[in-house]
């Protein structure tokens, strides 16, 4: 393309120039890129094996977990991140990481929203400089100074919003640096989502426990340090190790040691430590129409499409952010006309379903909605479980950057199509069998059968699952080749334990780890002559091979505990997904 400059919003201000490396597919910085050497990890998208650091990224957005604001931190703390992210849409996960970096440690890049057309025809150039919201591309570097940005500064964040004065008192100080930071930080993220104002939540869950890296850390102990104090009942994400076991598990003590701590300065800060990444398993979980502030991809997605509770889908520190001060923006989800589905997903006739179905489902739709709120249809009959429809929304919260979604006849706010749509004619997507099937291959892509370890709980597994499990393991042990590991909440591993379900499962050769899940766990507890996992999770089995450097295998419950107990995988596909 001929050089072009174009105008667009700069959410970030800052001078950048570099190399652009662009996609159209939306990217996951969680699982999605390597925060020590700035790789994109993740195997199924575009940009695998690129390395953005110095680059100018240029995407459509974020996607998938809400701690790729944890990543881009770190980036930026290591030098690893990119010079500028130019976006085709306004991203609170992408954005956060570099508001946090330029408030607490001084360090920012430039984001930029472009319009759909501009950003289209950035992405087509080699190269751009960044000035304020100014963007010029081209095919030579050197082309492509633009001098000083002449566009005003930006206004006082306080004149931007309407403040309550005890919001005002937040601001000021009056309740310690580590609430007046919190503050600023929330009014600039609530200008970004369009806020006028600021509400009052219930409840939240942190998910910015995960440990990413030492910015992660250094961010909550400098909090707490500070001063920092919850304001409103608080529950605490899986982190990034088994926080009473790790130990003994061999974990290596330079990540176990600020994993463990990282856990400890949220406790500090007055956060229970519940450790789970499933807090709607907790008797804490929110009621129908509760304004709470949850992060955790899967955790959003479930409280607003299942329990019916309205929350945004929160990046990591903007959670803690909120719970210091009790005060989130009114925005996205928290109001009721934004809950409304923009794309309808119709379903196939599907007889004789099991539980991967759900996993499989969600994986596809997200794809299918990128940014949209999607209601499916054709489901009205099969009445799904809690547990399908925590996989159905952990596998869409993965592939899609949307906080909810709506099945007719199964969520609480479609009881029909016309209520989840708000009555609008919106576009509709059908989906066929090979549809399906090609995102069957995408998860279970490994070509030895043979298995090595089963992976369950991501997320969480909840007591109805345990009590399944022990049922298909009754009388059967696993394979001695073969490692078999549940990841499970503190509280239901104290129910399954209370109830003897976890001994029965102990003789099969499960082992339970609590406090920690599939996407933070490491060599040992993955064992290290391990080379093909197999698991009932469409989460794991995405960021499984880019976390792990593993292959993967994905099934059922029932196929999983078949395969340990013969070392293999079936290289069927369930006859569901088989022609008729």
């Excluded at 960044?130 to 492509?144: K, Q």
């Amino acid at each position: 393309m001929n050089e072009a400059v174009f105008s667009g919003a700069a959410f970030v201000h800052g001078v950048a120039a570099g190399e652009i490396v662009a996609s159209d597919v939306e990217l996951s910085f969680w699982g999605g890129v390597d925060p020590a050497t700035g790789e994109v990890i993740d195997r199924h998208h575009p940009l695998s094996g690129q390395i953005l650091t110095g680059k100018i990224l240029t995407i459509p957005g974020g996607r998938g977990s809400c701690s790729g604001s944890g990543v881009i931190l770190e980036l930026l703390l290591n030098g690893k991140g990119p010079a500028a992210m130019v976006v085709e849409r306004a991203d609170d996960i992408l954005t956060l990481g570099v508001v946090i970096a330029e408030e607490v440690f001084g360090k920012a890049i430039p984001v930029v929203t472009l319009d759909p057309k501009d950003f289209r025809e950035a992405m087509r150039a080699r190269y751009a400089h960044i000035d304020g919201g100014r963007v010029a591309c081209g095919e030579r570097p050197e082309n492509l100074a633009l001098g000083r940005n002449d566009h005003a500064s930006p206004e006082p964040i306080a004149s931007r919003m309407t403040l309550t004065e005890a919001d005002k008192a937040f601001l000021n100080g009056a309740h310690g640096k580590a609430a007046q930071v919190a503050m600023k930080i929330v009014l600039r993220m609530g200008e970004l989502q369009g806020a006028s104002r600021l509400i009052d939540v219930t409840q939240a869950h942190i998910d910015g426990c995960i440990y990413t890296g030492p910015g992660s850390l250094r961010f909550a102990q400098q909090l707490r340090d500070w001063g920092g104090r919850v304001t409103v009942p608080t529950t605490l994400n899986s982190i990034s190790v088994d926080h009473r076991r790790w130990r003994a598990q061999g974990v290596d003590p330079a990540f176990g040691e600020p994993a463990s701590q990282l856990g400890d300065a949220y406790v500090d800060m007055g956060a229970r430590p519940t450790f789970t990444c499933a807090p709607y398993l907790l008797d804490s979980a929110p009621r129908r129409g509760e304004q709470i502030v949850w992060a955790e991809s899967n955790a959003v997605v479930y409280a607003n499409s299942v329990l019916g509770a309205r929350t945004m889908k929160y990046p990591d520190y903007l959670d803690i952010c909120i719970a210091l001060t009790g005060r989130a923006p009114l925005a996205g989800c928290h109001v009721e006309s934004n809950r409304r589905a923009g794309l309808r997903i119709n379903l196939p006739k599907l007889p004789n379903l099991d539980d991967a179905f759900y996993p499989l489902l969600g994986y596809h739709v997200g794809l299918l909605a990128t940014n949209r709120i999607p209601v499916v249809a054709g489901l009205e009959q099969a009445a799904p479980s809690q547990d399908d429809l925590k996989a159905f929304g952990a596998a869409f919260a993965t592939t899609s950057s949307a906080p909810m979604f709506h099945i007719v006849g199964v969520t609480p706010e479609a009881p029909t199509l016309e209520e989840a749509t708000g009555g609008a004619d919106v576009p509709a997507i059908d989906i066929s069998l090979e549809d399906l099937t090609r995102s069957w291959d995408e998860l279970s892509n490994a070509q030895d059968p043979s298995v090595d370890l089963v992976s369950l709980g991501n997320p969480h597994f909840s007591f109805e699952e345990c009590e399944r499990l022990a049922a298909l393991c009754r009388g059967r042990r696993k394979h001695a080749d073969v490692t078999v590991v549940i990841t499970c909440g503190r509280a239901t591993h104290e129910r399954v334990r209370d109830t003897g379900i976890a001994a029965e499962l102990e003789r099969f050769g499960v082992q339970f780890v609590t406090d920690t899940c599939w996407c933070m766990i490491v060599e040992p507890v993955i064992p290290p002559n391990a080379r093909t996992i197999m698991t009932n999770s469409g989460k794991y089995a995405h960021y499984g091979p880019g976390l792990t450097g593993r292959r993967f295998h994905f099934g059922s419950l029932a196929a999983c505990i078949e395969a340990a107990c013969i070392g293999a995988a079936s290289r069927q596909r369930p006859l569901w997904l088989q022609p008729a």
